[in-house]
T-cell receptor, first 112, second 115 residues
């Protein structure tokens, strides 16, 4: 079955460490997205990519980095520059032009 | 900039009753798409319903229907015959395909179903 796989489901990070969240899709979707979800904040866009080897900053890109070397994969790195990384992270993908997103099941990141 | 506003942070409805969740949005575009997403306690985001702005007919999906008022920029979700499994956070969302091509989400409405 086609879908989006995020891993790991739970991730713990020590302060000062970089961590990478994985997102893989087999839906043949062109566009992929990373959102952060905090209580009362809804979903906020971190980065998105509409094509391989290209990506754009979203509303809260500071302290994050991404790559898009393959159509299927869009990993997110949370760097030590991100001041408050504890949150729920959602990856999504979409065919172009007006369709809704298909979401992964999310990664809960906690700084310890 | 486009914005999506959900004015009801929480709502409750009796099982088997009907409930309407409100959503307004702001845009200068004429061609766009609107969505309602459901996020149950599992936190998996599920697309409930989709509306194309150029279509006057309101979208329906089984017990879920929308009231799309383009001039008023309003997009409410009606859930009929509410069931315990409908308890979730509901997000209204907007997408303009010819601009940044990204979806903008409201802050959500938490819906409680009372048995």
């Amino acid at each position: 079955d086609g879908g989006i796989t995020q891993s790991p489901k739970y991730l713990f990070r020590k302060e000062g460490q970089n961590v990478t969240l994985s997102c893989e899709q087999n839906l043949n979707h062109d566009a992929m997205y990373w959102y952060r979800q905090d209580p009362g904040q809804g979903l906020r866009l971190i980065y998105y990519s509409q094509i391989v080897n290209d990506f754009q900053k979203g509303d809260i890109a500071e302290g994050y980095s991404v790559s898009r070397e393959k159509k299927e994969s869009f990993p997110l790195t949370v760097t030590s520059a991100q001041k408050n990384p504890t949150a729920f992270y959602l990856c999504a993908s979409s065919p172009r032009q007006g369709y809704g997103y298909t979401f992964g099941s999310g990664t809960r990141l906690t700084v310890v | 900039a486009q914005t999506v506003t959900q004015s009801q942070p929480e709502m409750s409805v009796q099982e088997a009753e009907t409930v309407t969740l409100s959503c307004t949005y702001d845009t200068s575009e004429s061609d766009y798409y609107l969505f309602w997403y459901k996020q149950p306690p599992s936190r998996q985001m599920i697309l409930v319903i989709r509306q194309e702005a150029y279509k006057q007919q309101n979208a329906t999906e089984n017990r879920f229907s929308v009231n799309f008022q383009k001039a008023a920029k309003s997009f409410s979700l009606k859930i009929s015959d509410s069931q315990l499994g409908d308890a979730a956070m509901y997000f209204c969302a907007y997408r303009a395909p010819h601009r940044d091509d990204k979806i903008i989400f409201g802050k959500g409405t938490r819906l409680h179903i009372l048995p």
